[in-house]
């Protein structure tokens, strides 16, 4: 069974930094893409950096210049957020897009403080 977990989430300053990583319980071959997504109550969840298999990266305009995804080893990957500002203030959840479906992390909680 497969288990992704994040980790890394907290209060930050305005100006601040974070790394989030999100690691896997249980191996996962055949990756297409590695995600983190962010979701506001009362929002719709929205991308906000994505790694494809190739190492290609995507990020949403609000995070270009400011974050960073990486693959740091088989079964983790990392969001470097640096300069966060208060709107970036969400959960942060983590989704491995595989041959063999779609699997999602529960989540870890940014709040950056003015």
């Known amino acids: 069974q497969v288990q992704l977990v994040e980790s890394g989430g907290g209060l930050v300053q305005s100006g601040g930094s974070l790394r989030l990583s999100c690691t896997t319980r249980g191996r996962l071959f055949n990756i297409n893409a590695v995600g983190w997504y962010r979701q506001i109550p009362g929002k719709p969840r929205e991308m906000v950096a994505r790694?494809?298999?190739?190492?290609?990266t995507e990020y949403a305009d609000s995070a270009k210049g400011r974050f960073a995804i990486s693959r740091d080893n088989a079964n983790t990957y990392s969001l470097q957020m640096n300069r966060l500002r208060p709107d970036d203030t969400a959960q942060y959840s983590c989704?491995?897009?595989?041959?063999?479906?779609?699997?999602w992390g529960e989540g870890t909680p940014v709040t950056v403080s003015p």
């Open positions: 989704n491995w897009d595989t041959s063999i479906g779609s699997f």
């Open positions: 790694r494809l298999n190739g190492g290609a």
